[in-house]
């Protein structure tokens, strides 16, 4: 079987080669790359540093303080289903142009000061990052695929410059504006600006239209059969636990111990400029010293010191848990780097992507949720660090079994 699926791919892949040599169109798919990753966490952390003052502002209850940081990871694990089947119909490209433009609309909306537009205005911002989340590492598969590696490090940095940028800059921009719905609203643009990259590749894809059906489907339920699907969704699952309950709640954790709003922003925003150089240095131990493994728990240790930190060093070094933290955060790409690599064609890699990201951010949603309902039952953040320092050690596990299912791919990325 994969005999008779080779030539197929091939021929996919020599009919694209011409036009990704092309240093124009390799310049456009940077910026394009660029756009996106600067979009897909500033619209949640801008919101994590305005918790506090939204709810004060709009007057909602423990409910849906606990509700509104777990719309991520439920709407990314509902709406990231939907990605292949926009796909075959838009095509990739397509595909990211629409979710940037609900995005947009989405952190638009949230600019009404109502509790209802918060919560309406997060959901369809999400559906727009779940689209992306699936479909971008197909999107570098297609147009980088002697630079995979290169370009997974590109993208998640640019996550980390957009929301160490939201999450510093959100706090200043809701004072300006005179309104934290307003200072929400503001991270539309940096979507729509990522929007326009991206008409130029839905008008080369439609005169291209005829060249990439040939690839067959692939279901992504087949692929939880297999002990590969199994451990590259599990640890995709707890790194999802651990950060998004981290990116929802470390400002107000650091409130509730008597850090000021803005200073509580600024520790976010360390933590996501720590996790630039960390992704940078584990894709180099990745690929250029074959160490996956080292990288793997590396990260996860990191992640384990920052959250200890929370629960035993005082407030004035808690900037030792966000560097700490920053670091275990650059897992991410290297599950992201597993995953590109997880299939022998684009629809194979979707399907993976969609499998884990799916049921990921689902299980995900318990992190940020949990951690609110935790709080608000005991009055304190003890109990729920403690239980996130057991989703360490399971992603320390996890992260050592995916590690030893790297295919030879992998080891030759470049």
């Given at each position: 079987?994969?005999?008779?699926?080779?030539?197929?791919?091939?021929?996919?892949?020599?009919?694209?080669?011409?036009?990704?040599?092309?240093?124009?169109?390799?310049?456009?798919?940077?910026l394009a790359v660029i756009l996106v990753g600067l979009n897909l966490r500033a619209g949640i952390t801008s919101a994590s540093a305005l918790?506090?003052?939204?709810?004060?502002?709009?007057?909602?209850?423990?409910?849906?303080?606990?509700?509104?940081?777990?719309?991520?990871?439920?709407?990314?694990?509902?709406?990231?289903?939907a990605t292949a089947w926009v796909a075959r119909r838009l095509g990739l490209s397509g595909t990211i142009l629409l979710a940037l433009c609900v995005l947009g609309s989405g952190l638009a909306f949230r600019g009404i000061p109502a509790t209802w537009a918060l919560l309406a205005g997060t959901v369809a911002a999400m559906c727009g990052i779940a689209l992306c989340n699936v479909a971008m590492p197909s999107f570098i598969r297609e147009n980088f695929a002697q630079k995979t590696?290169?370009?997974?490090?590109?993208?998640?940095?640019?996550?980390?410059?957009?929301?160490?940028?939201?999450?510093?800059?959100?706090?200043?921009?809701?004072?300006?504006?005179?309104?934290?719905?307003?200072?929400?609203?503001?991270?539309?643009?940096?979507?729509?600006?990522?929007?326009?990259a991206f008409i130029p590749f839905m008008l080369m894809a439609r005169s291209?239209?005829?060249?990439?059906?040939?690839?067959?489907?692939?279901?992504?339920?087949?692929?939880?059969?297999?002990?590969?699907?199994?451990?590259?969704?599990?640890?995709?699952?707890?790194?999802?636990?651990?950060?998004?309950?981290?990116?929802?709640?470390?400002?107000?954790?650091?409130?509730?111990?008597?850090?000021?709003?803005?200073?509580?922003?600024?520790?976010?925003?360390?933590?996501?400029?720590?996790?630039?150089p960390a992704t940078m240095f584990v894709l180099w131990m990745a690929n250029k010293l074959n160490k996956l493994r080292s990288a793997m728990v590396a990260c996860s240790v990191a992640a384990g010191i920052g959250v200890a930190g929370l629960l035993l060093l005082p407030l004035s070094l808690a900037w030792i848990s966000a560097i700490a933290l920053g670091f275990g955060f650059a897992i991410f790409p290297?599950?992201?780097?597993?995953?590109?690599?997880?299939?022998?064609?684009?629809?194979?890699?979707?399907?993976?992507?969609?499998?884990?990201?799916?049921?990921?951010y689902l299980v995900a949603t318990s992190g940020p949720f949990g951690m609110g309902l935790l709080f608000a039952l005991t009055g304190a953040w003890t109990v729920p660090l403690v239980l996130l320092l057991g989703v360490v050690v399971l992603q320390l596990l996890l992260g050592i079994a995916a590690s030893a299912y790297r295919r030879p791919a992998l080891r030759r990325v470049q």
């Amino acid at each position: 079987m994969p005999n008779k699926e080779k030539p197929i791919a091939d021929n996919v892949i020599s009919q694209q080669t011409p036009q990704r040599a092309s240093r124009g169109f390799m310049l456009l798919s940077l910026l394009a790359v660029i756009l996106v990753g600067l979009n897909l966490r500033a619209g949640i952390t801008s919101a994590s540093a305005l918790y506090h003052d939204l709810q004060q502002f709009l007057g909602y209850g423990p409910f849906v303080a606990a509700l509104l940081p777990s719309i991520p990871t439920l709407v990314f694990a509902v709406a990231g289903t939907a990605t292949a089947w926009v796909a075959r119909r838009l095509g990739l490209s397509g595909t990211i142009l629409l979710a940037l433009c609900v995005l947009g609309s989405g952190l638009a909306f949230r600019g009404i000061p109502a509790t209802w537009a918060l919560l309406a205005g997060t959901v369809a911002a999400m559906c727009g990052i779940a689209l992306c989340n699936v479909a971008m590492p197909s999107f570098i598969r297609e147009n980088f695929a002697q630079k995979t590696s290169m370009m997974t490090g590109v993208y998640t940095i640019t996550m980390s410059i957009g929301a160490t940028a939201a999450s510093s800059l959100s706090v200043p921009l809701a004072m300006a504006a005179g309104s934290p719905t307003l200072g929400l609203a503001a991270w539309s643009v940096l979507a729509f600006a990522g929007a326009l990259a991206f008409i130029p590749f839905m008008l080369m894809a439609r005169s291209e239209k005829k060249a990439p059906a040939a690839g067959p489907r692939v279901s992504a339920w087949g692929l939880l059969r297999t002990k590969r699907g199994l451990v590259i969704t599990g640890l995709f699952t707890v790194q999802g636990i651990l950060a998004y309950a981290i990116m929802s709640w470390l400002p107000t954790i650091l409130i509730f111990r008597g850090m000021a709003t803005a200073q509580a922003g600024i520790m976010l925003g360390l933590l996501q400029i720590m996790s630039i150089p960390a992704t940078m240095f584990v894709l180099w131990m990745a690929n250029k010293l074959n160490k996956l493994r080292s990288a793997m728990v590396a990260c996860s240790v990191a992640a384990g010191i920052g959250v200890a930190g929370l629960l035993l060093l005082p407030l004035s070094l808690a900037w030792i848990s966000a560097i700490a933290l920053g670091f275990g955060f650059a897992i991410f790409p290297l599950v992201l780097l597993v995953i590109s690599h997880s299939g022998e064609t684009p629809e194979e890699t979707t399907a993976m992507s969609t499998l884990a990201q799916s049921i990921g951010y689902l299980v995900a949603t318990s992190g940020p949720f949990g951690m609110g309902l935790l709080f608000a039952l005991t009055g304190a953040w003890t109990v729920p660090l403690v239980l996130l320092l057991g989703v360490v050690v399971l992603q320390l596990l996890l992260g050592i079994a995916a590690s030893a299912y790297r295919r030879p791919a992998l080891r030759r990325v470049q």
